[in-house]
């Protein structure tokens, strides 16, 4: 059984550029939600799929977007980066919708400047 | 909006002794009280959780007690051991919003050896 899988690591961006980032849940989990961590921070909730949805939206722009596709992975896209979003971004997969038993990734790395 | 104060912010301990990290929330509709404990480089990982309805619940060396009234909660690790030495994040969640996980700021755990 594989765990949550984040791609890439580690990625250092230009302000004013877009980045986009990726997961592969835990086999058979249906539900992914995205977590931004800057550092020395606790995880802030972005947003959380569930069959390809968004199902809840924590307090970020509409520049940060999502998807979820078919096999369940999902992606974070973030347009018009500013030097405030460099952080750790995890994403965290679940079995069922609204089920507390998340399993985080070890999260990308994004440095802006 | 902070709906999870955790406390302290940093916390030195000799291998034996007894760890010990408050948190306190402000939103009575939390309905589920984690504890994930994070290593550098590495995604959170749940430790122990504990519902409302009860007061204390013990794994192993991990002891989480539970104060409804007061609205606080408190991780206690008996026995510190140097891999011990982590950051851990309380967290709160409820079923009506979907299971986002609100994360305390954190806690650095150092045990000496």
């Known amino acids: 059984e594989t765990g949550v899988t984040q791609s890439p690591t580690h990625l250092i961006k230009t302000r004013g550029q877009q980045v986009t980032l990726r997961c592969s849940s835990q086999s058979g989990h249906n539900t992914v939600s995205w977590y931004q961590q800057a550092l020395g921070q606790g995880p802030q909730f972005i947003f959380q799929?569930?069959?390809?949805?968004?199902?809840g939206r924590g307090n970020f722009p509409p520049r940060f977007s999502g998807l979820q596709f078919p096999n369940y992975s999902s992606e974070l896209n973030v347009n018009a980066l500013e030097l405030d979003d460099s952080a750790l971004y995890l994403c965290?997969?679940?079995?069922?919708?609204?089920?507390?038993?998340?399993?985080f990734g070890s999260g990308t790395r994004l440095t802006v400047v | 909006q902070q709906q999870v104060k955790q406390s302290p912010q940093s916390l030195i301990v000799q291998k034996g002794g007894i760890s010990i990290i408050n948190c306190a929330y402000e939103?009575?509709?939390?309905?589920?009280f984690p504890w994930y404990q994070q290593f550098p480089g590495k995604g959170p990982a749940l430790l122990i959780a504990?519902?409302?309805?009860?007061s204390e619940k013990k794994e192993g060396r991990f002891t989480i007690s539970f104060n409804k009234s007061a609205k606080q909660f408190s991780l206690h690790i008996m026995d510190s051991q140097p891999g011990d030495s982590a950051t851990y994040f309380c967290a709160a969640s409820m079923e009506a919003s979907g299971s986002r996980l609100t994360f305390g700021e954190g806690t650095q755990l150092t045990v000496n050896p």
């Open positions: 799929y569930y069959r390809e949805e968004e199902n």
């Open positions: 504990i519902r409302p309805d009860v």
């Open positions: 939103n009575t509709a939390f309905d589920y």
């Open positions: 965290a997969s679940s079995l069922v919708h609204g089920n507390y038993g998340y399993t």
